[in-house]
């Protein structure tokens, strides 16, 4: 599995059939980049509706290429046609990956209001993106994207995330928008190897 980082908690995993899926593209990289810098792109997913998370600036190119787009029914309902509607406890593929979601919830906002819907996929039976849960419900992955900032999230939380996951790999993402330091994350964390990526760099792993 190659994995490559790009602004706030967009990936883009290459899985082992070789196909790329690009996770949470919000507009921290939509602004900033163009979605050919990214390279082929075979599927798109979103975890929630936020707009680090979910940038509607591409969603219109990647239909147009026939990129299928999965998210949840409130990203759904925003897109309109075109989306494929993912339910919590789903197991479905995409471009011929295994992907499962998992209903995992919102960490709370800044004033302690719950957030939007928000699902966690586990793709390719590997990586565990899980937006912006910081309660996992027991889903464990060998690699997770660990949020590490956020509304209510503390370097404490994503050492549980870590510990809960059962991951072997962190890869810290969430750090654009609520500040944090993930090289400082990684001293803290030591239960895992914690791969810090900048945007635009990739691990095999």
Known sequence: MRITKYPQSCLVVEAGNGARLLLDAGFHVTRRRALDELGSIDAALYTHQHPDHFGEEWVGPLLERGVPVFANAEVSAMIGDG?????????????GVPVAAHDLPHMPMVDGRP???????????????PGDAKDLRGVV?????TPIAGPSCSARDAYRMVEASGARVSVPVHYDHFLADPALFAKQCPIAEVVVLADGESTEI
């Open 141 to 145: 992955a060998e690699v997770l994207a």
């Open 83 to 95: 989306a494929t509607t993912v339910v919590a406890g789903a197991t479905f593929e995409a471009a």
């Open 115 to 129: 957030g939007p819907a928000n699902l966690g996929f586990v793709v390719d039976d590997r990586l565990l993106h």
